[in-house]
Each structure stands twice: as C-alpha cells, then as structure tokens.
C-alpha cells in the first residue's frame, strides 16, 4: 500500500492479480467504474507487475472502509462466473454482437456496469459433430442491478434469448446425513452444535462423533472459500480433542468417520498444530491451531485456485472484515474448482454458524513450511 502523509489515513487494500485478471481491468475503463462505485474520496489504482513482485500485478484500493468494501465485492463478481447469470445465445446473436464491431459488447458493458463475457463455440472442434452441438452463451458478471440493465441492453439488440438460471453451487450447508453421532443441525444447515450441549464442570467433553460434512466451499475470487463463526465456547468443560478444519475433492461419505486424524483418505486437514495431507502422513505446524478462539470469532478458509494452496484467516469478535492470516501451507489441493469442506468440532467449542462473510484478502503470507513428525512404532534403536 501507500504510507500516507496525513493522519488519519485513508483505508486501503492491496490485491494480488494475475497477467490475465489485469488485463482484464484494463478493459472498457473497468478500473474507472471502481472509482465511480466507491463513491467521493475513493481511487482504484491497478499497478503492473514488476520483478520484484514476482509476477503479480496489484490493484490498489483506497477510500471509506465501505468504499473499499463496495470495490473489493465488485472485483470479486467481475470474476466469478459462478455468482454470474449466464444466457444461451442462438449463433445468429452471437454474430450481431461482432457486428459492426466488438465495441458494441463493450458499450453495453459500459452502459449498465456489468461485465459481458461472450463465450464464441464458432472454433470449437467436438468430438462428436453429429450428437454433440455447439452452445453460444454469455455470462454477466456483477451485482443484480447490473445484471438487469445489461439484459435489457441485450434484449434490444438480440432477436433471442434464453435466460438460465444462475450457474454455480448452492449456498454452502451442514448435510444432517453427514453428522456425527455426537452433532446435530439445525433444519436449514446453517448451525451445527453438540448435542451434548453444557456439560457439568469436569466432565469430559466428547472426543470422537464430532465430524461434519457441508457442501461445495463457495466460489471466492482467489478460489474456494469456507468460514465459520463460533457461536458458543464452554471453557469449564474438559477439553478433549479440538477444531479441525478439512478439505475434499468429494462429499464425505455417510456415516462419516469417528475423526479427521486419518480419514477421509483422499482429504488435506489441518488443527492441533498438524497437517495430514492424502499421504496420510502427519506434520508438525504449529501455526495450525484454532483451539484458542473465543465465541464471536470468525475462522476461513481459503483454498487457492492456481497453487492449490490452503490458508487459514481469523477476524476477532466485534471486528468488520479485519482479517488475520494465520497459516499459508503448500497442500497442493488437486481439485480447487470442486472443493468440500469438512470440520471436526470437539475441544471446548460447542456451536458454531456457517458466514456469508468470505471476504478474506488475497493469501500475502510466505508459505509455512512443515516438518514431519516422527513414527510412533517401531520406536528408534538407542543400543551402541
């Protein structure tokens, strides 16, 4: 960011974007409609990638906390198309809107402030010519308002059209056929609690039934994000266990397993100051350990969509998207696109919701390195 001179400060936030996404800001004054949105005070600046920053290009927001906020929201639906509206467009549309020129897409774009992607099948070869056809469509991408106007734009000026439903995952949810024995949900998915509830002090908290499993993470700019918010913390009882937080390339199986130390198989899992990766094998980061959080704390995890890397972002309680990065571990996820998350909730905390609140900054930690962990049997020869 930028030291400013005078106090206070404005807020600021700085994002990591590849070649391709700077490029694409670049386009149809796109960087401008981020000024216009954040509103008075507000600048989006897009700085080019240099040696020193490895590649990466960074756009620069600065303004009003919510002025940062409204840019940063807008910049992640730029990209997501999983969040856009996508509409099937018959070839004879497809061939006006190159007609006379491709500026005409980029007018509309600019008339309703919703980004226009045409995805052109013309030079898409099938592998079937005969029961395979080619599908034209487009995505928009932006916020419904924006969404709206550029149907309309669209509607004027193609003969037909065909709107779909929005493409994506549904809204990420506790599977009550994924619970452990000891969980229970609430009808709409979205608390999960012991059904133990308080427990006497000194009683031991439950150790093992404490898996859940949730459905698809949700499209995040940088990837595929999953966040929780920790609703209840009973620090009389006896802890036994704590938080672990999963990721799978497939839904947990049902009934799902005892605990996350060595199951699923196929999953990277992280808490108690260890990773498991597919391996199987255990190591040591001590940074992965969520056992101190207290109620109201925020917990997410982001998994990387080009390194398939796992970071893990704490926000205090009576905070606003002020968030920590706790770890930045090279797990190497090999599906970023198709991720389930997976939480095992044992330890002193006792509810947790699932949060809307995925607005976790781009992963600027170096990456933490890991050391195995030594195998219980058979145990080191110590004779001379």
């Given amino acids: ?23 694409v800001l670049r386009g149809v ?49 730029m990209f997501c198309k999983e969040d856009g509206l996508a509409i099937a467009l018959h070839p004879s549309d497809t061939a006006s809107l190159r007609k006379p020129t491709r500026a005409v897409v980029a007018e509309m774009e600019h008339l309703s402030g919703c980004r226009i992607v045409v995805d052109d099948q013309r030079k898409v070869k099938l592998e079937d010519p005969i029961l395979q056809r ?46 452990g024995p000891n969980l229970d949900a609430t009808q709409d998915g979205l608390i999960l609690r012991h059904k133990q509830g308080d427990v006497p002090q000194g009683v031991k908290a439950a150790l093992v039934g404490c898996v859940a499993g949730a459905t698809q993470m949700r499209p995040h700019l940088f990837g595929a994000a999953f966040c929780i918010c920790l609703r209840q913390v009973d620090q009389g009882r006896r802890s036994r266990g704590g938080i672990r937080l999963g990721v799978s390339c497939s839904r947990l199986p ?18 108690r100051g260890v990773v498991r990766g597919p391996a199987g094998r255990i190591c040591k980061l001590p940074e992965a350990n969520f056992d101190d959080l207290l109620a109201g704390d925020k917990l997410c995890l982001l998994v990387a969509k080009e390194t398939g890397a796992i970071a893990v972002f704490v926000s205090p309680a009576g905070t606003t998207r002020s968030w920590k990065c ?21 330890g002193t905390a006792t509810e947790v919701e699932l949060s809307d609140d995925v607005s976790v900054p781009a992963i600027e930690r170096p990456v ?7 195998p ?5 020869c110590t004779r001379s």
């Fill in 1 to 23: 960011g930028i030291s400013w001179a005078w106090d206070p400060a404005p807020h600021q936030a700085v994002l990591s974007l590849s070649q391709g996404d700077a490029e």
């Fill in 134 to 179: 080619k599908q034209h469509c487009l995505h928009l991408l932006g916020d419904a308002a924006a969404q709206a106007g550029a149907t309309r734009l669209l509607a004027a000026h193609c003969e037909r059209l065909a709107v779909l439903e929005p493409q994506g995952p549904a809204p990420c949810r506790f599977e009550v056929e994924r619970l």
């Fill in 29 to 77: 004054r796109r960087v401008d409609r981020l000024t216009v949105l954040g509103g008075a005070g507000a600048r989006a600046l897009l700085v080019d990638a240099e040696p020193r920053m490895h590649g990466k290009a960074k756009l620069l927001l600065s303004g009003r906390p919510q002025s940062v906020d409204a840019m940063r929201d807008s910049v992640s639906k």
């Fill in 254 to 271: 049902a009934p799902p397993p005892q605990s996350l130390v060595s199951k699923p198989a196929a999953s990277w899992v992280l808490g």
């Fill in 376 to 380: 219980l049997w058979p145990r080191p």
């Fill in 326 to 346: 706790l770890l930045h571990w090279n797990a190497g996820v090999a599906q970023t696109d198709s991720c389930f998350p997976l939480l095992e909730l044992a």
């Fill in 368 to 374: 933490d390195s890991v050391s195995p962990t030594p």
